[in-house]
């Protein structure tokens, strides 16, 4: 069974930094896109960035110049470094994946979530 595994997240002051770490375990043939999406109470889940094969990236406007993701192709790992954190941010994150597993078959799975606590 293919999973998701998360981990990374925590309490931080504002003004500090985060990494958040997925990574893909189980059998996979191709892994197509992997990306991070967050949720704060009361709020819809969105997107806060995704990588389609290592090298498109997009970021939500809220996150631009301050997170960046990158992927480790040999790893089937991807991470978020989140810096300048705001109170805004609070919320969980979750990894997804969009992947093909080694039986050919196209899943979108997500992680169980890791929670990011910005307070002074």
């Known amino acids: 069974q293919v999973q998701l595994v998360e981990s990374g997240g925590g309490l931080v002051q504002p003004g500090g930094s985060l990494r958040l770490s997925c990574a893909v375990s189980?059998?996979?043939?191709?892994?197509?896109?992997m990306g991070w999406y967050r949720q704060a109470p009361g709020n819809q889940r969105e997107l806060v960035a995704n990588?389609?094969?290592?090298?498109?990236?997009t970021y939500a406007d809220s996150v631009k110049g301050r997170f960046t993701i990158t992927r480790d192709n040999a790893k089937n790992t991807v991470y978020l470094q989140l810096n300048s954190l705001k109170p805004e941010d609070t919320a969980v994150y979750y990894c997804?994946?969009?992947?093909?597993?080694?039986?050919?078959?196209?899943?979108?799975?997500w992680g169980q979530g890791t929670q990011v606590t910005v307070s002074s």
């Open positions: 997804n994946a969009r992947l093909q597993t080694s039986s050919m078959r196209w899943n979108d799975i």
């Open positions: 189980g059998s996979i043939f191709r892994i197509y896109r």
């Open positions: 990588t389609i094969s290592g090298s498109s990236t």
